[in-house]
């Protein structure tokens, strides 16, 4: 018999706080969270994403910059619960470094990657979380995450933000 796992958000709820979208949405459904301190949130792995074709024919086998990166979108998913701060409001929330990564285990399809991230500490824009993603609590990836807002670069004045990327 299987797991059966409460669903906070889906994925309709996750596309109203996130701008991304699909190839790049890597975040399924959200099933934890705690107020001012944490979010936990699922991706499935499945054969068809696109980056199994190339990541490895053979031996596919996600990205470790992906997982990475959803783990970054699961901070965005707590950002927005935190600050009410929707894509439609032309603020993004960009990926704007990452310390500590550390990759303990593959992850290939099939696996249930459960994505968690605490907040660590906030400076004005700045925010810096505690992230790991684990497959059947096995530790695939673990890293210290900073994110920032920025308004959007079709509402920002010249300058732009040149070395982050939306999370």
Not at 89 to 113: E, W
Request: one cysteine or more; glycine letters at 8%.
């Amino acid at each position: 018999m299987s797991e059966t796992i409460p669903t906070l958000f889906d994925i309709r709820d996750i596309m109203g706080m996130l701008s991304h979208r699909y190839p790049f949405l890597l975040v399924d459904r959200v099933i934890a969270y705690e107020k001012g301190k944490s979010l936990t949130a699922i991706k499935n792995v499945t054969v068809n994403e696109p980056f199994f074709q190339g990541h490895f024919p053979n031996v596919p086998t996600m990205p470790g910059v992906l997982i990475l990166e959803a783990m970054a979108q699961t901070c965005g998913l707590l950002t927005s619960q935190e600050t009410g701060i929707k894509p439609e409001s032309g603020v993004i929330f960009y990926f704007a470094g990452i310390d500590n990564a550390r990759f303990k285990r593959i992850v290939i399809p099939g696996d249930r990657l459960t994505l968690h991230v605490n907040i660590d500490k906030i400076k004005r824009n700045l925010w810096r979380f505690k992230a790991c993603a684990t497959v059947d609590g096995e530790l695939a990836c673990e890293a210290d995450l900073i994110c920032v807002f920025k308004d959007s670069p079709k509402l920002a004045s010249a300058g732009g933000s040149a070395g982050a990327t939306a999370a």
